[in-house]
């Protein structure tokens, strides 16, 4: 006690730490080089790095061809050939859409991404929010399909890059996340009817590849429809998705369900509060904070796995960029095309990471417990 | 000391809050109570106790059917406790509960924590409810805590926003699950001295604990049970002086003298 009471007379002075133990060498001592078999281990990692990195570079930067090189002269040998991006930027960006129309992906790209970056804000968590969701995804409706407002038709098999992309992942998420919550809450229902059909869903589900499933929205389902009715192959991919992300996302909720301690249930209980009150006011709240990193994991795997639509004739940002690589002019800059693509999933796939990690720490921060 | 303490026998007003007519229940084949015949009065102060795993939890839980009894018949505040999930809401709005792990919602303020219910359960508009739970806040006297979250606050003064919450539904009667055992020594007073308040101002109250100073001077009655029934039940000054069973008298002597 009195050790920390800085008015008590007595007591011995602060001295300072030894010098071996803080400062940059004591780090270096403490962490890359405290046992022997560490020491060896550093000395192979930099060994590695070193002569990894620099041909990389090189290939990257220093050799490279610039943004105006033509695929003649990246042939002639050197390092990267960025003209091939250049040139086939907006066919990778925006697909088969209509050349002189392309601001219109554009636009629905930064709508998209203003609505995510207003989303992230949680003086934005309120229902009016909604319907400015709502607005932004009427407006992309209409930018993307046109027809009215002078703006020319467009038919959606056109549609591709990664406006088909955030599309098919941020409506996919949306859609899947509160039927993820009702299956969750179902999975541990009290009503036998309920909880079988929730498990069966999910497990069902769960247990087949989404290829699998893509495969049977594109080429199954229409043979059970009548002679005459077809449904959008888009719109099949877009419930296909949601249906899987949704079982997905069911099982992360519900090891946030488990986390909640059942006094908090019988509190609620015995405060009179019904179910719904409940689950909304008390349960859900939590066992959402908890299952954050889960359903973070599932959201990133989602929105890679959106590139599987490629097996049923959609062009998404995946897509596009193998197309660019069938033009006889530009064969073989495969490198680049996958490298320029990576580093766009990489962007959107790090926020998300990145956000969630601040989320997490911000309603820890509230409620500690 | 003890004589003195107690308080007088305060008259009650006959009116019947609670009834239980044969209460029995089961987890799984293991029969928790036996038999349970319990009346309880308006204005009565009752504590329960009796050695551990004897069902007075349970029985308390039975009270706002946290627990579900299998046979007998449970009457609060006229309302009888069957399966019809109405009428459980509607009893638990009149039943407030305090639990030994206080149980207060962590991500909720302690205002909100004490807000929430009469808001959603009771309809009432936020300022009003905000007004109410500042009074009762201000009652167990941690007024000055109002926005913090309960992973903020001590043992103490979480039990004590949780009786706070409790009270904000105005309820008929409250129920203490062993309100101190999960406290620091230093921590059971400030908990006690708000139940012993809430005696005084004349609320209906049933407490499973093993605070006997507590019984001595706050209670009208003392249920001893054991193994599922109640062995025992009598006013403190007899219960404590003139035990009439092996059990109690066992019980007593194991508690107090230590």
Redesign the interface.
């Known amino acids: 006690m009195a050790t920390t009471d800085n008015a008590q007379p007595v007591g011995l002075p602060d001295e300072r730490p030894p010098a071996n133990t803080v400062g940059p060498v004591a780090w270096l001592r403490n962490n890359l080089f405290n046992t022997w078999y560490n020491a060896i281990l550093t000395v192979l990692v930099l060994a590695l790095l070193g002569s990894a990195i620099p041909p990389f570079l090189d290939w990257l930067l220093i050799k490279a061809h610039g943004l105006d090189a033509t695929s003649q002269e990246c042939r002639q040998g050197g390092g990267a050939c960025w003209g091939f991006v250049n040139e086939k930027l907006r066919f990778i960006m925006f697909g088969t859409f209509p050349y002189d129309e392309q601001w219109r992906p554009f636009a629905t790209i930064a709508i998209f991404i203003a609505l995510l970056l207003a989303s992230c804000d949680r003086r934005f968590w309120k229902p009016w929010f909604g319907l400015v969701w709502a607005a932004g995804l009427a407006a992309v409706a209409i930018l993307m399909w046109g027809g009215v407002l002078g703006l020319t038709y467009v038919e959606n098999t056109l549609w591709g890059g990664l406006p088909l992309t955030i599309i098919l992942s941020v409506i996919g998420l949306a859609v899947a996340f509160p039927a993820a919550i009702l299956l969750a809450l179902g999975r541990r229902s009290n009503m036998p009817a309920v909880k079988v059909l929730c498990v069966t869903y999910i497990e069902l589900i769960r247990g087949v590849p989404l290829i699998s499933l893509l495969f049977m929205a594109s080429v199954m389902f229409p043979l059970f429809l009548p002679n005459g009715v077809s449904v959008d192959k888009l719109l099949r991919a877009q419930v296909a998705f949601i249906m899987f992300a949704a079982a997905y996302m069911a099982e992360a909720i519900r090891g946030g369900l488990q986390a909640i301690p059942k006094g908090q249930y019988e509190a609620a209980d015995g405060l009179g509060l019904g179910y719904w009150q409940k689950m909304r006011k008390i349960i859900l709240p939590q066992a959402l904070a908890v299952a954050i990193p889960p359903l973070v994991n599932t959201f990133i795997s989602f929105f890679k796995d959106t590139s599987l639509v490629i097996i049923i004739g959609l062009y998404d940002l995946l897509g596009t960029a193998k197309a660019a690589l069938s033009d006889p002019a530009w064969r073989g800059f495969y490198r680049e095309a996958y490298l320029f693509i990576g580093v766009i999933y990489w962007i959107f796939c790090y926020s998300m990471s990145k956000y969630s990690q601040k989320l997490e720490r911000d309603l820890n921060r509230s409620h500690r417990r | 000391m003890a004589q003195v303490a107690q308080q007088a026998q305060h008259t009650l007003s006959g009116e019947e809050i609670i009834r239980c007519t044969g209460v029995n229940k089961w987890y799984g084949e293991f029969h928790v109570l036996k038999n349970i015949d319990l009346s309880v009065q308006k204005g009565e102060r009752i504590v329960v106790c009796g050695p551990s795993g004897s069902g007075k939890s349970t029985m308390i839980r039975c009270l706002?059917r946290?627990e579900e009894h299998q046979k007998g018949t449970i009457v609060v505040d006229g309302i009888e406790l069957t399966n019809n999930l109405k009428n459980i809401?509607?009893v638990?709005?009149e039943?407030?509960?305090v639990?030994q792990?206080f149980?207060?919602?962590?991500?909720?303020t302690v205002l909100e924590n004490c807000t929430?219910?009469p808001i959603?359960?009771r309809k009432k508009p936020k300022a009003e409810a905000e007004d109410i739970a500042m009074r009762y806040l201000k009652r167990v006297r941690i007024a000055e805590q109002a926005n913090k979250?309960?992973?903020?606050l001590s043992g103490g003064q979480q039990q004590r926003v949780a009786i706070a919450?409790?009270l904000c539904?105005s309820p008929k009667v409250m129920l203490f699950d062993e309100p101190t055992s999960a406290l620091d020594p230093e921590m059971v007073k400030e908990v006690l001295d708000v139940m012993i308040g809430l005696a005084e101002d004349g609320m209906t109250m049933l407490c499973v604990t093993h605070e006997m100073g507590f019984a001595k001077s706050v209670a009208d009655r003392v249920i001893f049970m054991d193994r599922g029934e109640i062995v025992e039940q009598d006013t403190p000054d007899r219960f404590f002086t003139n035990p009439k069973s092996e059990r109690t008298k066992l019980f007593l002597s194991q508690i107090l003298n230590h």
Request: hydrophobic share 45%; aromatic share 14%; proline share 7%.
């Open positions: 706002n946290l809401e509607l638990r709005r039943v407030g509960m639990f792990h149980n207060l919602f962590p991500h909720l929430l219910a959603w359960v979250y309960p992973g903020q919450r409790s539904m």
